[in-house]
């Protein structure tokens, strides 16, 4: 059974750096997209950036694009999300996402997963 663990989420300044992990297992083979998403107080979920573990094509939404940076080292089977100059609008539960594939691309639409983490709590104050 393919499961997702995200971790490092934190109480961090305006202005710092978070990285948020994802770790992966019971994929039966290496090819499937990761999503990160988040999710606010009273908003809906928002789709940050994505990655194709495929061809490493990746996505990212405007608000976050030259801030943050979405890898994997493959060894650990492990998704990263670099998040740098962090603003309050940062702050929400950020969960990543799976969808077997192969895929040649990716997407932020949530429909297109269907494995999720628990989630990890990102606050940035001001």
């Known amino acids: 059974e393919a499961q997702l663990v995200e971790s490092g989420g934190a109480l961090v300044q305006a202005g710092g750096s978070l990285r948020l992990s994802c770790a992966t297992s019971?994929?039966?083979?290496?090819?499937?997209?990761i999503g990160w998403f988040r999710q606010a107080p009273g908003k809906e979920r928002e789709g940050v950036s994505c990655?194709?573990?495929?061809?490493?094509?990746?996505y990212y939404t405007d608000s976050v694009k030259g801030r943050f940076t979405i890898s994997t080292d493959n060894a650990n089977k492990t998704v990263y999300l670099e998040m740098n100059k962090l603003n309050t609008n940062d702050t929400a539960i950020y969960y990543c996402?799976?969808?077997?594939?192969?895929?040649?691309?990716?997407?932020?639409?949530?429909?297109?997963?269907?494995?999720w983490g628990q989630g990890t709590q990102v606050t940035v104050s001001s």
């Open positions: 996402a799976a969808a077997e594939g192969p895929y040649y691309y990716c997407s932020v639409s949530d429909r297109w997963y269907d494995v």
């Open positions: 990655l194709s573990m495929t061809d490493g094509s990746t």
């Open positions: 019971g994929f039966t083979n290496g090819e499937y997209a």
